[in-house]
């Protein structure tokens, strides 16, 4: 009898020796941070993508999102008076902020600087007539008062339209960069709005064509 339970106590020792061995080769790992890294980063990630198709789901049906601030537009200059009647109808006029659409960088075909804008006026009218359709003085800004001509996404575009000749026959053409400037159209922002004004906001959205309303957290000019 003593000889067995001398057995069974050294097949117990056995035992607890390999599991400590065992144990002692396993990574040490931190439970709580492992956890949290497996729930938190895909909850973030679904977030993100959720909020992406509820916004973009929102552009195109025209059903308010659950957020308080949107901008709404493009518009030109002519159409804020009409914009801003319609907003005062429906109470939103003074949520509107305006905001300048910046135009991208670019690389401009561009002669100039003159010291004042009559010999810009003369040339832009000139070369319209000529059939030049994107030519545009620059009244302020570095650049001012020059022509701009013709817009490229690359320098070696503007220099090779040049040397195709293709651009006006006159003295003093160059390339230039002309670094984003206000355009000719503004966004409408609106912030901290109740969800009456979020509905009434798209609601008149609609009657406008060629805008949109993004939320602001995704916002791009």
């Known amino acids: 009898m003593r000889y067995f339970v001398n057995f069974v106590l050294l097949l117990a020792l056995c035992a607890c020796g390999w599991f400590l061995y065992d144990q002692s080769r396993q990574p040490t790992v931190d439970l709580v941070a492992e956890t949290k890294l497996k729930v938190d980063v895909p909850e973030l990630v679904l977030a993100t993508i959720e909020a992406r198709k509820s916004d973009e789901n929102a552009r195109i049906s025209g059903t308010p999102i659950d957020a308080d601030c949107f901008v709404w537009g493009p518009f030109e200059g002519r159409q804020m008076i009409a914009v801003r009647s319609t907003l005062k109808q429906r109470g939103l006029l003074q949520k509107a902020e305006i905001s300048d659409r910046f135009l991208p960088d670019r690389w401009i075909v561009y002669l100039g600087p003159y010291s004042n804008d009559i010999a810009v006026r003369a040339f832009v009218k000139q070369f319209r007539q000529q059939g030049y ?20 996404e690359s320098k070696e575009q503007a ?20 670094l984003g400037e206000p355009s000719d159209k503004v966004d409408l922002v609106f912030r901290n ?19 949109e309303i993004q939320n602001c957290s995704f916002y791009q000019k």
Request: hydrophobic fraction near 40%.
């Open 133 to 152: 359709k994107n030519v545009r003085p620059i009244l302020s800004g570095a650049l001012s008062y020059g022509v701009e001509i013709e817009t490229f």
């Open 159 to 178: 220099q090779a339209w040049i040397n195709d000749k293709k651009a006006p026959d006159v003295k003093g053409l160059r390339v230039t960069n002309r």
């Open 193 to 211: 709005l109740t969800e009456d004004q979020r509905q009434a906001l798209f609601a008149i959205w609609k009657r406008w064509q060629g805008t």
